[in-house]
């Protein structure tokens, strides 16, 4: 009884001592941001140049562009594209991903397909995009998506392969449904696995969007940069791109992170 309140009482004190110990990462990012806007203002100080702004001037140019509302604007309609085409490269890619792994069969028939998408240039996709469906939202959203899918495919796919057959033995022999295997054994072991590819995805769809804005959209960060590069001024250049990354930094500290925590606490207290 002793050793087990003792137990109980070491357990609270480490869950007591895990909120502090979150503050470190922060004042590690915060300290990175710090040093690079320093060595970012004496760059700009050893270089005057107007293509290469100190940033004060981009933060200048961000506060006004917030002000007059260009830059919400703008920022809100590139999120919405990229959370429509990471969901579809998601939940598509997943479901591909798990079936290749679980039917070596299909995976031989289907592999000359995945590696052939694979290297299929994202610039392509998008102006065969354009030129099939029209310069509209579908055509943009499909073509970045499908540039996504592959990625998702194959860490999917090589996470089915990996996963532990004792647990699909287990699920067998206590008569688990499909969809209750689905939940309960095979989507927490490929936690790691997703959570690998919807990192890379973001990083990777943000990026495709402003190259889908800028060649055939009317709004979004990508069509501000273009028509900000063909007036040469790269400091509303940097502020739609700066603005545009502290936004997926917020997104990856407040909710990517604290997810991916909750889904593997399972695997901490199995441990």
């Not at 429509?84 to 479901?95: P, T």
């Not at 392509?124 to 943009?140: D, K, Q, R, S, T």
């Not at 990508?222 to 997104?251: E, H, K, P, R, W």
Request: with cysteine; hydrophobic share 55%.
């Amino acid at each position: 009884m002793g050793s087990l309140s003792l137990g109980t009482s070491s357990q609270g004190r480490t869950e007591k001592a895990v909120p502090g110990r979150n503050w470190g990462p922060l004042l590690t990012i915060a300290a990175s941001i710090v040093v690079l806007a320093v060595a970012w203002q004496l760059a700009a100080a050893l270089w005057p140049s107007r293509a290469f702004p100190p940033p004060l001037d981009v933060l200048r140019v961000m506060v006004r562009e917030t002000a007059k509302g260009e830059i919400p604007y703008h920022l809100g309609i590139t999120l919405c594209r990229v959370a429509a085409s990471f969901l579809l490269a998601i939940v598509i890619g997943s479901a591909i991903g798990i079936f290749l792994g679980s039917h070596p069969r299909a995976d031989r028939f289907l592999d000359p397909w995945v590696i052939l998408s694979l290297n299929v240039p994202a610039l392509v996709v998008i102006v065969l995009a354009y030129i099939w469906f029209g310069l509209n939202e579908v055509a943009a959203i499909g073509a970045v998506a499908f540039n996504k899918i592959p990625n998702v495919i194959v860490t999917m796919r090589e996470g089915t392969r990996a996963l532990d057959l004792r647990y699909t033995d287990m699920a067998r022999v206590y008569k688990f449904g499909p969809f209750a295997r689905l939940r309960h054994v095979v989507l927490p072991q490929l936690q790691p696995y997703l959570a690998a590819a919807s990192r890379s995805g973001i990083s990777l769809i943000w990026k495709i969007v402003l190259v889908v804005e800028l060649l055939g959209r009317s709004n979004g960060v990508g069509f501000q940069i273009n028509l900000y590069f063909q007036l040469f001024d790269v400091a509303s250049i940097l502020a739609y791109t700066l603005a545009f990354v502290c936004v997926m930094l917020l997104i990856e500290i407040l909710l990517v992170q604290p997810l991916e925590h909750a889904s593997t606490r399972w695997r901490r207290r199995a441990t």
